[in-house]
T-cell receptor
């Protein structure tokens, strides 16, 4: 089975940095994804890690440590439009995803 | 059509009724998935299909059935709806041929069973 944990809510100020942690215990591992989901909308792909280390994409970065079962998503220079839920998902060997419950980030002016 | 479409957008359904949620993609993706999303529980996989003609059970398959007659369509059927099936349902697809193989999601169907 899969067990994926992430904080329920986080609040930060516009222009600041927020780090969303995700820990996982899974029966198989074939990559970790982060998705963004605005209220009432579909999830959209943000990042993918399969090897240990940091992947940077503009204001967003994602880190993976397979030995620790740990990932984080770093959001820099926060903007109001970054207010959303961020979903951590682990892919097993059969290309199926298991999702965490999501972290709701609120950006305040 | 561009991407994945789902129909209906929302539906209110009496318990015991049969309902089919439709999902169509035009990206020629091999794999398709159905999830339900409930507050505090995140996305949970109901059924999936790795290629046309094959289907598999996910984490919460009971009360649901799927078929995959062709590459583009992946309908989800509730044979006899119950109130616990009230949820937002998302269909997704992925290429399944390597690389990121990220899943692309449809806009969702909000279903209420009374």
């Amino acid at each position: 089975g899969q067990n994926i944990d992430q904080p329920t809510e986080m609040t930060a100020t516009e222009g600041a940095i927020v780090q969303i942690n995700c820990t996982y215990q899974t029966s198989g591992f074939n990559g970790l994804f982060w998705y963004q989901q605005h209220a009432g909308e579909a999830p959209t792909f943000l990042s993918y890690n399969v090897l240990d280390g940091l992947e940077e994409k503009g204001r967003f970065s994602s880190f993976l440590s397979r030995s620790k079962g740990y990932s984080y998503l770093l959001l820099k220079e926060l903007q109001m439009k970054d207010s959303a839920s961020y979903l951590c998902a682990v892919r097993d060997g059969d290309y199926k995803l298991s999702f965490g419950a999501g972290t709701t980030v609120t950006v305040r002016a | 059509i561009a991407g994945i479409t789902q129909a209906p957008t929302s539906q209110i359904l009496a318990a015991g009724r049969r309902m089919t949620l439709r999902c169509t993609q035009d990206m020629r993706h091999n794999a398709m998935y159905w999830y339900r999303q409930d507050l505090g529980l995140g996305l949970r996989l109901i059924h999936y299909s790795n290629t046309a003609g094959t289907t598999g059970k996910g984490e919460v398959p009971d009360g649901y059935s799927v078929s995959r007659a062709n590459t583009d369509d992946f309908p989800l059927t509730l044979a006899s709806a119950v109130p616990s099936q009230t949820s937002v349902y998302f269909c997704a697809s992925s290429d399944g041929t390597g690389g990121y193989n990220e899943q692309f999601f449809g806009p969702g169907t909000r279903l209420t069973v009374l």
